[in-house]
């Protein structure tokens, strides 16, 4: 168990729809991290958030949007779904000091289907 | 853009055997890289490399960090069925509270009896 905490597990849906997923971090870890798995991408870098800011971007979709609350948890929306969006989303935690991630803690992922 | 290139994309080895796994990168502000171990679902962490630890070894498992070629290998010797995982390799970069890991698509290994 790597303390950080991913809902829901699974998730279907349709086209054009918006979802939201949730990630709890590991106790104490200010960075949060969500990327995207699929088949014939591998893991992709999404977006980094530190204390509730926006710190690190990757190849993040317009439709796709996120923040890190107060209390740390983060929440990835995804709107105007489509097919190509089907894929697992993964979200993890760190501690980050001068600008190394260290070991990045996953959690076990949330499964979006898009139908 | 940052790239990090794993080989070979899959291997199937025999129990007992050793296995050696590549990475390479271009990553601008290098700060780390870093292999994970991924079965069913959340890949677990195994080793970090710095500029500053070049070298890892965990039992069977040992990593090297080559800066100049802009390189790490993974070492697995005397393999077992449980090893049979993907492998990914990532790189990190940032600055103060900025970070991101660029992984690579991994290599997936079979151990058979």
């Known amino acids: 168990d790597s303390g950080v905490t991913q809902t829901p597990k699974h998730l279907i849906t349709a086209t054009g729809q918006r979802v939201t997923l949730r990630c709890s971090p590991r106790s104490g870890d200010l960075s949060v991290y969500w990327y995207q798995q699929s088949l014939d991408q591998g893991l992709q870098f999404l977006i980094q958030?530190?204390?509730?800011?926006?710190?690190a971007k990757g190849n993040i979709l317009e439709r796709f949007s996120a923040q890190q609350f107060p209390d740390l948890h983060s929440e990835l929306n995804l709107s105007s779904l489509e097919l190509g969006d089907s894929a697992l989303y993964f979200c993890a935690s760190s501690v980050v000091a001068g600008g190394m991630a260290g070991e990045l803690f996953f959690g076990e992922g949330s499964r979006l289907t898009v139908l | 853009e940052d790239k990090v290139v794993q080989s070979p994309l899959s291997l199937v080895v025999h129990e007992g055997d050793t296995v050696t796994l590549n990475c390479s990168y271009e990553v601008t502000n290098f700060r780390s890289l870093l292999w994970y171990k991924q079965e069913k679902k959340a890949p677990t962490f195994l080793f970090m490399l710095t500029s500053s630890g070049i070298e890892k070894k965990s039992g069977r498992l040992s990593s090297i960090l080559d800066k100049k070629e802009l390189s790490s290998i993974l070492n697995i010797t005397a393999t077992q069925t449980g090893d049979s995982a993907i492998y990914l390799c990532?790189?990190?970069?940032?600055?103060?509270?900025?970070?991101?890991?660029?992984f690579g698509t991994g290599t997936r290994l079979q151990v058979t009896l």
């Open positions: 958030y530190y204390n509730g800011e926006e710190r």
């Open positions: 990532a790189v990190g970069k940032g600055t103060g509270t900025a970070s991101k890991l660029t």
